[in-house]
């Protein structure tokens, strides 16, 4: 077993370089991904902080819809508005949650096959 300690150490020379691009500013740290739920439209600053870091987030927006849909629908409008200013991502989960990806983050949409079948129309 003392031939697997090696492979999961690192070398001095790895942990020499991430020291240098960390005090350089050449990573932007960890990302990661946190839940939270939208309650009041003054924790649109929160979220805007997170993405900015780097993080995703999934936002649950029913506490705030029970109390306004109003506010629901200028929330998620200023967040499309801002995460297309950022390059990032964002997209609904269900009917009470939103995704929000920074810019080196996508999310992948699954593609509607086009049918060759004429669309009806009313009469």
Known sequence: MS???GIFRRSKKTEKKKSVEAKAGGTRGK???K???LRELS???IV???VNSGNILI???TPLATKSLEDVK???NELCEFVESIGGDIARLGEERVVICPPNVRIWREKTPISSKPIPTAA
Do not use: C, E, F, P
Request: glycine residues 4%; without cysteine.
């Open 3 to 5: 031939g697997l300690s």
């Open 31 to 33: 990302t990661y991904l």
């Open 35 to 37: 839940a939270m739920s």
């Open 43 to 45: 924790d649109l600053d």
């Open 48 to 50: 805007k902080s997170d």
């Open 59 to 61: 936002l649950r927006i």
């Open 74 to 76: 200028r929330a998620v």
